[in-house]
């Protein structure tokens, strides 16, 4: 008798074992995975422009150097994860025309403006915290070669999350004018990064068969509620005011309550009406045409290679 193959795969989801590209899953599955997958590598890919941005301008070579290599890896996540995807049956082709043509979706997060060096240190602290956040639990996520993308992925992240800090810290003790640089930074950033982690729960399409497939192992208010918990004591440490008025500790909850959430402006930015979507967009859709002679160039070689290995 033939095992039935949903049954399997249910088993395994519950067994905490992980599913792997020749394996059979439900088509909905893999849908939800390839849509996950893509945009996070588009995230990746479109979130190197804020920071390329800055690199020209870094203070001293060393923070240049350390910018550089950020955004170097970002390059690498972004590759990774377009490589997971491609495991089930997603184009590569076809996801960059998705990307380019607007239709697929990419981090809202991406498509705000960086105006000072501040900026790399509200980056690194509070967008790469929160990407950690999010993407730690994912390391245990029920798709094998995500969840190992991941391992890699959030050692970096760690890194960059801390390079974010260690300029905040610098600003923060600096002059006057390098603490406000730095709290201007953070009142621009802080509530765009609460909007990372995605529609409250209860208008979260996605969340509950996520869930249950165990491709998300939080969701998307509890990883929200985790990062203000963890990054409240680093902004004191700083120095810092986050800008909420209504963020206070909750003794009965054990965790800080906070305000709303403007989400007319994280859907509009989604739709592609923020800041600088268009420029985002553009920026990736010249270094595409500026790329296309080492596309073809690297496929001639690669004919002529094996051409001259069947020989
Ligand atoms: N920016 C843009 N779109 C978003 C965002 C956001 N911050 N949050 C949610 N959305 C989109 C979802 O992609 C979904 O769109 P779709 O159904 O058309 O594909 C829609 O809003 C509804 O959201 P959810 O139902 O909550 O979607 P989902 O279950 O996929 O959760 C989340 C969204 C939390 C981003 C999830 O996809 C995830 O954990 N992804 C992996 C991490 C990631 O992509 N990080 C990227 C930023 S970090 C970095 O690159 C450094």
Redesign the pocket.
């Given at each position: 008798q033939t095992p039935d193959p949903q049954l399997q795969f249910d088993l395994k989801v519950a067994d905490e074992q992980r599913i792997e590209p020749k394996d059979w899953m439900p088509e909905p599955y893999r849908r939800t995975l390839i849509?996950?997958i893509s945009?996070?590598a588009h995230?990746?890919i479109v979130?190197m422009l804020p920071e390329g941005n800055w690199i020209t301008r870094a203070p001293s070579l060393r923070r240049k150097a350390v910018l550089l290599a950020k955004v170097q890896d970002?390059a690498g996540?972004g590759l990774y994860l377009y490589s997971a995807a491609e495991t089930l049956g997603a184009s590569r082709e076809q996801m960059i025309a998705d990307l380019h043509s607007g239709k697929a979706?990419?981090?809202?997060?991406f498509n705000y403006p960086t105006l000072s060096w501040a900026d790399m240190g509200a980056i690194g602290w509070l967008?790469?915290g929160?990407?950690i956040m999010?993407?730690v639990p994912?390391c245990r996520t029920s798709y094998g070669p995500y969840a190992r993308a991941m391992v890699r992925i959030c050692k970096e992240?760690s890194f960059h999350q801390r390079q974010g800090y260690e300029i905040m810290m610098t600003l923060a003790n600096g002059l006057k004018e390098q603490k406000d640089m730095a709290q201007d930074a953070l009142n621009r950033w802080w509530w765009p990064v609460l909007?990372?982690?995605?529609?409250k729960d209860d208008e979260?399409?996605?969340?509950a068969q996520?869930m249950q497939w165990k491709i998300?192992r939080f969701t998307?208010d509890e990883l929200r509620q985790k990062f203000v918990d963890a990054t409240v004591p680093q902004a004191e440490y700083l120095g810092l005011t986050i800008p909420d008025p209504d963020l206070k500790w909750n003794e009965a909850r054990g965790h800080y309550d906070f305000g709303a959430i403007n989400w007319d402006e994280?859907w509009e930015?989604?739709k592609g009406n923020g800041p600088c979507n268009r420029q985002r967009l553009e920026a990736r859709q010249k270094a595409h045409a500026e790329g296309e002679w080492v596309r073809e160039a690297a496929l001639v070689y690669a004919k002529k290679r094996e051409m001259r290995d069947e020989r």
């Open positions: 849509r996950q945009q996070h995230s990746e979130g970002e996540h979706k990419y981090s809202s997060i967008v790469d929160a990407a999010n993407q994912l992240e909007m990372m982690f995605g529609p979260s399409p996605n969340t996520s998300k998307n994280f930015v989604v």
